[in-house]
């Protein structure tokens, strides 16, 4: 598996807990067309094909860890 860039990880985790690419542009001050290339980046590096595979595959690589407190 390809490494994932410490911004990358913040997209994952913003995706995880369901804020929208309008959201996650607007909390980290990037355009809309950075949060698409770092989610295609995220798709291929971690072999999904869509939003459930690719949160799946980020909790069974420890990339992601359940937070209860932050739902």
Known sequence: MKTISKRETEVLNMIAYEH???EIASLLFI???TVKSHRKNLYEKLKARNTAGLIRRAYEL???ELN???A
């Open 62 to 64: 420890g990339i992601l």
């Open 68 to 70: 209860m407190q932050a």
């Open 31 to 33: 355009s809309m067309e």
């Open 20 to 22: 929208t690419m309008i």
